[in-house]
T-cell receptor, first 116, second 109 residues
């Protein structure tokens, strides 16, 4: 596809369940970012992958959150034992990774997570 | 204190008006992004600046590195410009973006 895609677009889950959110970056983009936007709040950084380097996990809010990127392409964000405060829109972005630090990020449509 | 502050938080104007949204920051940056988020949540990158000025259609973005300030201008505003505009910083030495709270712009016909 031409842009960043995310799935599912909406996810409703019960408190305590685990969820997996998927991001397909633009083909050839080596950098991938996860962000979160809680209701009425601004965007916040979660995690960043660049090629084969160790990811920057400094934005993950708790050890219930983890992410992986297989084969340098698709990424999965996993939230274990979900809590109501995890309800948010989770956004993925990718960039070419070239010309760092000036490269532009392209955002996916997001996954709206609702924890009941 | 937040690393990035946007003003105003909300802005309502009439179609055709010249719009200015401001972004001030307190840290060293390698680039500043202006993003647009429409109702429904999709985010589009409008500009990425490290110095000077950029123009795309009716949108103009400027940055003053010494004053740690950037502005986004919209000329001849139109109702379809109604959206949340977000300033985001790429902090020196890091790859992640730090976001402002956004400016909600409403253009009335």
């Amino acid at each position: 596809g031409a842009g960043v895609s995310q799935s599912p677009s909406n996810k409703v889950t019960e408190k305590g369940k685990d969820v997996e959110l998927r991001c397909d970056p633009i083909s050839g983009h080596t950098a991938l970012y996860w962000y979160r936007q809680s209701l009425g709040q601004g965007l916040e950084f979660l995690i960043y992958f660049q090629g084969n380097s160790a990811p920057d996990k400094s934005g993950l809010p708790s050890d219930r959150f983890s992410a992986e990127r297989t084969g340098g392409s698709v990424s999965t964000l996993t939230i274990q034992r979900t809590q109501q405060e995890d309800s948010a829109v989770y956004l993925c972005a990718s960039s070419s990774g070239r010309g760092v630090p000036y490269n532009e990020q392209f955002f996916g449509p997001g996954t709206r997570l609702t924890v009941l | 204190k937040n690393e990035v502050e946007q003003s105003p938080q909300n802005l309502t104007a009439q179609e055709g008006e010249f719009i200015t949204i401001n972004c001030s920051y307190s840290v060293g940056i390698s680039a500043l992004h202006w993003l647009q988020q429409h109702p429904g949540g999709g985010i589009v990158s409008l500009f990425m600046l490290s110095s000077g000025k950029k123009k795309h259609g009716r949108l103009i973005a400027t940055i003053n590195i010494q004053e740690k300030h950037s502005s986004l201008h919209i000329t001849a505003s139109h109702p379809r410009d109604s959206a949340v505009y977000i300033c985001a910083l790429r902090i020196q030495g890091a790859q992640k973006l730090v976001f402002g709270q956004g400016t909600r712009l409403t253009i009335n016909p």
